[in-house]
């Protein structure tokens, strides 16, 4: 078999040879301008156009191109601010609950040192049952902090705070009260400026006005103005003696005219409650009982 010799020619040979080319044209164009000024004419009529349309269409690219890349950027900024703007939000509504929770710490202090001869802890409600009115919930104290049944709870701050209720259960990080607005509530309590006793009593109609009800006052001729001062008695055998419960709205004589009975305003706002105090001294523990 007879081998086929193929035809090739080294890279070196065909690159001189379009120098040579390119040199010959050169030299001719410039000694035959004048010969060839039709041509480059016609030349030139027909390429400007084409480099118009061409750098039209490159312009338009361009601008284009500039756009989208404008666009992209801008996209990259609008989301870094809204970022930074979720951030500030953010950093805003953690500064006005750490203010609020302040306030609530300042409310608690004034409170503390309004009773400042019980020791006590502070606590969180954490559930209430359903109505507008705590007059049972729940708060984040328990056993493992020294809570116990019959404890004494406050609310409020120094110059507008006292009784809320009494813990009737007790878990290990948690406590149920009952408030002086349930209707199950009875308290010993007493008109300061009188010394006169009573017994303060939730109910279900007055509590949803925002009212309590006092009765069994002695019918004396000692009058009790309204505004008066209520705190509980030291005949109470489950509260402290002298916390302030509320202020007197209304006396009236009951139908046996020997007693009376009428209305008070809490102290503490019982269709709000974040914070509380509570007592850690029972009132039976200043009172023991005589031994055998």
């Not at 361009?62 to 970022?83: G, I, W």
């Not at 359903?130 to 049944?149: A, E, Q, R």
């Not at 019918?219 to 489950?238: P, Q, R």
């Not at 009975?261 to 509570?278: A, H, N, Q, R, W």
Request: with cysteine.
């Amino acid at each position: 078999m007879r081998r086929k010799n193929k035809f090739s020619i080294e890279p070196k040979y065909i690159l001189i040879f379009f120098v040579i080319l390119c040199i010959i044209l050169i030299i001719t164009s410039y000694k035959f301008k004048d010969t060839f000024a039709p041509v480059r004419s016609v030349a030139g009529n027909v390429v400007t156009p084409m480099q118009k349309g061409i750098n039209t269409v490159g312009t338009f690219f361009a601008e284009k191109t500039e756009v989208f890349t404008s666009m992209k950027d801008l996209k990259k900024k609008n989301e870094k601010l809204q970022k930074e703007l979720n951030s500030v939000t953010y950093e805003n509504k953690i500064l006005q609950q750490e203010k609020y929770e302040l306030a609530e710490l300042r409310k608690l202090y004034g409170l503390d040192q309004k009773y400042a001869n019980y020791p006590k802890v502070a606590a969180r409600v954490i559930d209430k049952d359903p109505g507008n009115w705590y007059k049972v919930f729940k708060i984040d104290k328990g056993s493992k902090d020294g809570l116990k049944v019959n404890m004494n709870v406050l609310a409020g701050d120094g110059s507008g705070g006292g009784l809320v209720g009494i813990i009737t259960e007790v878990g290990h990080n948690w406590a149920k009260v009952r408030s002086i607005v349930d209707d199950t509530s009875n308290v010993g309590a007493m008109i300061l400026s009188t010394n006169e006793t009573c017994i303060v009593s939730g109910n279900r109609e007055l509590s949803n006005k925002g009212l309590l009800e006092f009765s069994g006052l002695e019918n004396s001729k000692t009058k009790i103005s309204t505004g008066a001062e209520v705190v509980t008695s030291y005949l109470s055998d489950k509260y402290h003696q002298g916390i302030l419960i509320g202020y007197v709205k209304e006396v009236k004589v009951d139908n046996s005219n020997s007693t009376r009975s009428g209305y008070i305003t809490p102290v503490v706002d019982f269709g709000k409650l974040e914070t509380v105090l509570v007592i850690t001294e029972l009132r039976e523990a200043l009172d023991p009982k005589p031994k055998d």
